[in-house]
């Protein structure tokens, strides 16, 4: 039988060939933008992908599992900085550490790229694991701030930790291994991830805690390990995360990872819509792009009435509006807890609702 | 047979159940009423482990689940239906269906009781992918009792099941409840409407502060003078 190219084929058919071309179709824009683009707007198009994994992770608890939790920005940093002295070559920690030398059990420590940012997930998720265990026994507000802290007290230890860290030095040419390959494929692979894990029967678990505890519990899921394991994989994706922004940037110190750091994440989070990893994709590209976009903000403007001589700063401000609409007008965000999908665009009259030919799906 | 014996609950320094004990005969429907406060509510908690006791015994079939935690005692097959509801409010009604068999992993019976469900409540098939957040009271206890019996319990535990709902739902819960008893499943019932639950119940328990008063027939109780001067408004 000629599997549906002809009238009514089954819907699942039509949805899986055009999830095929669309994902065809991105892949080849990836190549065409790695060779086109020119270096600083790649860089633009880099940290979409990285934002998108912190979006992401932080909307895994946030979002689906409903804990109020502010403390990315240390899994970040804990993530950036094991990546970062595990990949650095022996001259290069001589030539960094000039206040203190390095500890020597790590000085001679060098990693390729890919073991060294797993090792970092896997050690911000442990550090994520030991606060879950601590901390989650509490909710809400309360939550909030014990994260809140936490976050900070990594801070203050990677300023302090100088034959570590380097102390408020931070480290300076690291490699620049976060390639637009590297960005994309780990923003990728972690999306898919996050989209199978929600749909298993782990992530129903998550949602159910989100929805209602005490319900959740009296169907024998088991609440507080799922917390703690919902917290461990989000610590693990900002630790990846972290690892990525480290080899982009190419230089990081502990201001970088303030706790001003996690409320831009919250912000990407809460416009894409709080439980929706659709929103969270989308709202991440949109935010970085416009962050780059609203520069002109910052600098003199001239609106006719009124002029100004630059404003550092001012491009923040127009997202602090956004903010405030949004949680006015449209709490649940771009897109709520709904996730895109093929069926959903039929809805709104963006497809045709029975796909006529293959090939007309394709973009 | 579900059999407890001198259970005590503290919330801090309040005596919530006073060593109560109380046995639930297999296939029986048994209710607890009472004013609130009497800790009817403390009892399924103390009982399903989402509250701990702090002495007494539960014993079920003659394994003790005394301290047990709640995933265990799900699996053992006694599930409780929370009081206010409660489904999943974001979730579809098949997600909440889903999650009720949370303990279970026998994927062709799962399935089959939602079936069997759906035939139970035809408004959930029809709704079967709206989110459970929409529903009206009624039908979200529907709902809540739905996602209860996906757990393929024993014991079916209630709380509360006629709160807040119109005389109409109340009295299709009470038929549903007579119905699910009718295929072999042990009904512990907690209700406010002592008319209604002491008609369906082959035993009752009066709770006052903390204890039981007293006991009897489902019958004897509607018919006992003490009964209906505090809880039926008659005499």
């Known amino acids: 039988m000629n599997p549906g190219l002809i009238n009514k084929k089954p819907s699942m058919s039509r949805n899986q060939i055009l999830t095929f071309a669309a994902a065809c179709a991105g892949l080849a824009l990836l190549f065409v933008f790695d060779s086109t683009l020119d270096s600083f707007t790649l860089q633009i198009f880099k940290l979409c992908a990285i934002n998108i994994i912190l979006a992401l992770s932080l909307n895994l608890i946030n979002g689906f599992t409903g804990l109020f939790s502010l403390g990315h920005a240390g899994f970040m940093a804990v993530g950036a900085y094991t990546c970062a002295i595990l990949t650095m070559s022996p001259e290069q920690k001589e030539v960094n550490y000039v206040l203190q030398p390095i500890v020597p059990w790590l000085a001679h420590i060098q990693l390729p790229f890919l073991p060294g940012l797993l090792i970092g997930g896997l050690f911000a998720g442990f550090i994520g694991w030991l606060l879950g265990v601590i901390s989650l026994r509490l909710r809400d507000d309360y939550l909030a701030i014990a994260t809140l802290g936490f976050s900070e007290i990594i801070r203050v230890l990677l300023t302090n930790a100088q034959t570590v860290t380097n102390g408020a030095l931070g480290l300076k040419g690291l490699p620049r291994f976060t390639t637009m390959w590297w960005a994309w494929g780990s923003a990728i692979v972690i999306t898919v991830f996050l989209v199978f894990l929600i749909k298993s029967s782990y992530g129903r678990a998550f949602k159910s805690i989100r929805d209602n505890e005490i319900a959740a519990e009296s169907m024998g899921v088991d609440v507080f390990g799922m917390k703690v394991l919902s917290f461990t994989i989000s610590s693990f994706l900002a630790g990846i995360a972290g690892g990525l922004l480290a080899h982009y940037l190419t230089t990081i110190d502990p201001k970088q990872f303030i706790f001003l750091k996690t409320f831009d994440i919250l912000l990407i989070v809460v416009l894409g819509g709080v439980g929706s990893i659709t929103g969270s994709v989308i709202a991440a590209i949109a935010v970085t792009i416009s962050m780059e976009a609203l520069r002109f903000l910052d600098g003199p403007l001239d609106l006719g009435f009124v002029a100004t001589s630059g404003i550092p700063g001012l491009r923040m401000v127009f997202f602090s509006a956004l903010l405030m609409v949004v949680v006015i007008y449209r709490q649940q965000g771009l897109m709520g807890k709904a996730e895109f999908s093929w069926d959903a665009l039929a809805r709104i009259g963006l497809l045709p609702r029975r796909g006529p030919k293959p090939g007309k799906g394709g973009l | ?235």
């Open chain 2, 1 to 235: 047979m579900l059999s407890i014996k001198n259970l005590s609950v503290h919330y801090g320094g309040i005596h919530a159940l006073r060593g109560i004990s109380l046995d639930v005969p297999a296939g029986k429907i048994v209710t607890l009423i009472g004013a609130n406060g009497a800790g009817k509510s403390t009892t399924l908690n103390a009982i399903i482990g989402l509250v701990k006791a702090g002495s007494g015994s539960v014993n079920w079939n003659g394994k003790d689940l005394f301290g047990a935690k709640t995933k265990a005692i799900v699996e053992s097959g006694i599930v409780l239906v929370p009081e206010g509801r409660r489904v999943f409010p974001n979730l579809t009604v098949d997600e909440n269906l889903t999650l009720g068999a949370f303990a279970r992993n026998d994927k062709a019976e799962i399935e089959a009781d939602r079936q069997r469900i759906f035939g139970l409540f035809p408004r959930l098939r029809e709704r079967h992918k709206q989110k459970a957040g929409t529903f009206s009271g009624g039908e979200q206890q529907m709902l809540a009792v739905g996602r209860a019996l996906m757990s393929k319990p024993t014991v079916l535990m209630m709380d509360e099941p006629s709160l807040g709902l119109s005389p109409i739902f109340v009295g299709m819960i009470f038929d549903i409840i007579r119905e699910i008893n009718s295929t072999g499943v042990t009904v512990l019932l907690v209700e406010q409407n002592a008319k209604a639950a002491l008609s369906v119940a082959d035993t009752g328990y009066v709770m006052e502060t903390g204890a039981i008063s007293f006991s009897g027939s489902g019958q004897e109780l509607l018919a006992d003078d003490r009964v209906r001067r505090a809880y039926l408004g008659e005499g």
